[in-house]
């Protein structure tokens, strides 16, 4: 099973900007999704990707500011935040999915990464 490893979480500003990367542990031959996840509220699924890269899917609550993409050759997939709000504050995850446009989660979780953004 492809192990996946998420990173460039961290504290920013209201309005700051994080890239977020999803590096796996080998080729990924499947649709990717973001995901995030704040204590005692159900994970949420934030923007996915075909394995093409050529369509993808935002949460109407990130849509116009987030932006996911993928590198095939380097196995990698990005999350680029930007204009970020308070309530962006969560755990971030990603995960291979079934479908590219709904939460549909195939493989385990990672260890996430923390983005906080303050006010």
């Known amino acids: 099973q492809v192990r996946l490893v998420e990173s460039g979480g961290g504290l920013v500003q209201t309005g700051g900007s994080l890239r977020l990367s999803c590096a796996a542990s080998g080729r990924t031959f499947s649709h990717m999704g973001w995901f995030r996840q704040v204590p005692g509220k159900e994970r949420e699924f934030v923007a996915g990707?075909?394995?093409?890269?050529?369509?993808?899917y935002y949460a109407d609550s990130v849509k116009g500011r987030f932006t996911i993409s993928r590198d095939n050759a380097k196995n990698t997939v990005y999350l680029q935040m930007n204009s970020l709000k308070p309530e962006d504050t969560a755990v971030y995850y990603c995960n291979t999915v079934k479908y590219y446009n709904a939460y549909a989660p195939l493989g385990s979780w990672g260890q996430g990464t923390q983005v906080t953004v303050s006010s």
């Open positions: 990707i075909s394995f093409s890269g050529i369509s993808t």
